[in-house]
């Protein structure tokens, strides 16, 4: 992916430098949080290549952007007031980013509170895109 699609995604551009094709992942990470949390879609999808791995205990594993895409759609019309806190993001290797999350939401379908706390680890390509998720509750 090329910086003007990187732009064209939305993702910001300095997070990733053109003259070296380096990136930043805790800051992507944080930006990729921030779009999530102000359940900005379209940018969330921009994050994503479009094969994209994404595994969580809760729901197994998906592949590709549309899948990833359609299971957060579908989570976050049934927990559409969740708060989501980044307790910490630290650089695993130069492409991937590990953060300690805690978040709390009300499940529509019962009305009942939920609290969960876990950790996420996102691995990027070259070019700042997200290529795998692998999301674990504590």
Do not use: C
């Not at 300095?14 to 992507?28: K, Q, Y």
């Not at 590990?98 to 939920?114: F, H, M, V, Y």
């Amino acid at each position: 992916m090329s910086i003007t699609e990187l732009n064209k995604a939305r993702i910001p551009r300095d997070f990733v430098s053109e003259r070296e094709m380096t990136i930043d992942p805790v800051a992507l990470t944080a930006a990729y949080h921030a779009a999530i949390n102000a359940l900005d879609f379209e940018m969330v999808d921009g994050f994503f290549a479009a094969n994209v791995v994404y595994h969580s205990d809760g729901i197994g594993s998906l592949y590709g952007r549309a899948s990833v895409m359609s299971s957060f759609k579908s989570y976050f019309e049934r927990f559409a007031d969740q708060t989501a806190t980044d307790e910490k993001i630290e650089q695993m290797d130069p492409r991937a980013a590990r953060a300690i999350w805690t978040l709390t939401a009300t499940d529509t379908s019962t009305g009942e509170p939920i609290q969960r706390r876990g950790e996420e680890i996102v691995t990027f390509d070259e070019a700042g895109t997200i290529i795998k998720v692998y999301v674990v509750d504590y």
